[in-house]
């Protein structure tokens, strides 16, 4: 039987992807950095099947959470898949499975995984059967999966991805396996999906010099993680997912992500930096979560903010571990 099991991990972008050129299948109005989260994970088995038709279904493993998939987003999964399959210039039809390493009723459920691991998982299949001189290029699996879902470009890098107009690319920066923190303040499902998001922020009078607000921001954040200026990282990201929520909320017409419990948890994560004068990244996706991202040798503090956190809300905290060097 032919089958193929592959996993890829979710990432957090500190500069956002929001607002895509129409028709260009997801290419960015601006360029974004992201954080590759390696403890969510989306797993996808493919099998060749008999027939003419591909299939999704939940992959049921005792350790993976189930998966429900809308009939609109099966569509958009094996459109993917089917895109894959024109350019390896495939026929067969394939059983696409897929599952997530944490709860899919907690927010978090991004496309960014699932993609990048369906387009990988098509790679490794048809690398079998129909070999392509391009087929293990990342840069052009990147590209790939970017068509499938923007975001999901940038999961096929860690610990850092810069993605700024085709594909991905690994980014060198000093900080690495720091812990993270999601707040999970809502966990119904949005009512807004971010491709809807990425269009309507189009009709804000704010969208007018977005693209140049987010790429002064990119240079910057950079410049200050290299230099190891966390403070200067912090209020970069904050101000940046800030940005992002006031284009949906100045948007025609306005929506917005932003619950009590979020506005609690930003009010919280002020407070403490202002009494510590030192705290986590703090970034908000297009969702009601919090996530929280600290350097590798903030672990106390990782600690306070988890137990502060887990009073009044749900939070999962994964801790940056760094492996043993021999
Ligand atoms: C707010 O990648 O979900 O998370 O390309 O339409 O699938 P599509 O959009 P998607 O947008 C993600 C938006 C974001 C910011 C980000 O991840 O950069």
């Known amino acids: 039987m032919n089958q193929v099991l592959v996993s890829a991990p979710s990432n957090i972008a500190l500069i956002k992807y929001m607002g895509k050129i129409e028709g260009t299948g997801n290419k960015p109005t601006n360029g974004s950095l992201s954080y590759t989260l390696e403890n969510l994970k989306t797993f996808?088995?493919?099998?060749?099947?008999?027939?003419?038709?591909?299939?999704?279904?939940?992959?049921?493993?005792?350790?993976?959470?189930?998966?429900?998939?809308?009939?609109?987003?099966?569509?958009?999964?094996?459109?993917?898949?089917?895109?894959?399959?024109?350019?390896?210039?495939?026929?067969?039809?394939?059983?696409?499975?897929?599952a997530n390493n944490f709860p899919s009723d907690c927010g978090l459920a991004s496309s960014a995984s699932s993609f990048a691991a369906l387009t990988l998982a098509a790679a490794e299949m048809f690398q079998k059967?129909?070999?392509?001189?391009?087929?293990?290029?990342?840069?052009?699996?990147?590209?790939?999966?970017r068509q499938g879902s923007g975001s999901s470009c940038r999961s096929l890098f860690s610990p850092w991805a810069l993605w700024q107009a085709e594909y991905a690319e690994p980014m060198s920066i000093p900080q690495t396996h720091l812990h993270h923190i999601v707040v999970v303040v809502e966990d119904s499902k949005k009512e807004v999906s971010s491709s809807e998001a990425h269009k309507l922020v189009t009709t804000s009078p704010r969208f007018t010099g977005r693209p140049e607000r987010a790429e002064l921001?990119?240079?910057?954040?950079?410049?200050?993680?290299?230099?190891?200026?966390?403070?200067?990282?912090?209020?970069?990201?904050?101000?940046?997912?800030?940005?992002?929520?006031?284009?949906?909320?100045?948007?025609?017409?306005?929506?917005?992500?932003?619950?009590?419990?979020?506005?609690?948890?930003?009010?919280?994560?002020?407070?403490?930096?202002?009494?510590?004068?030192?705290?986590?990244?703090?970034?908000?996706?297009?969702?009601?979560?919090?996530?929280?991202?600290?350097?590798?040798?903030q672990k106390k503090s990782f600690e306070t903010y988890r137990e502060h956190f887990k009073k009044d809300f749900k939070v999962l905290a994964f801790e940056g571990v760094k492996d043993n060097v021999h």
């Open 217 to 297: 921001r990119l240079k910057d954040l950079v410049q200050a993680l290299c230099w190891n200026d966390w403070h200067m990282a912090r209020q970069i990201v904050w101000d940046e997912f800030m940005d992002m929520h006031r284009l949906f909320e100045t948007s025609v017409p306005a929506f917005s992500y932003m619950t009590s419990g979020s506005k609690k948890v930003l009010e919280d994560c002020q407070g403490f930096w202002s009494k510590w004068q030192d705290g986590p990244l703090v970034t908000m996706d297009a969702g009601a979560n919090v996530h929280m991202l600290f350097r590798n040798d």
């Open 129 to 145: 059967l129909h070999p392509q001189p391009w087929g293990a290029d990342k840069k052009v699996l990147s590209e790939l999966s």
């Open 44 to 98: 996808v088995r493919l099998t060749e099947i008999a027939g003419s038709e591909d299939q999704w279904k939940p992959l049921v493993r005792d350790d993976l959470e189930k998966i429900e998939l809308s009939e609109k987003g099966q569509q958009r999964f094996l459109k993917h898949l089917q895109n894959l399959k024109q350019k390896w210039g495939i026929n067969q039809s394939f059983l696409v499975e897929s």
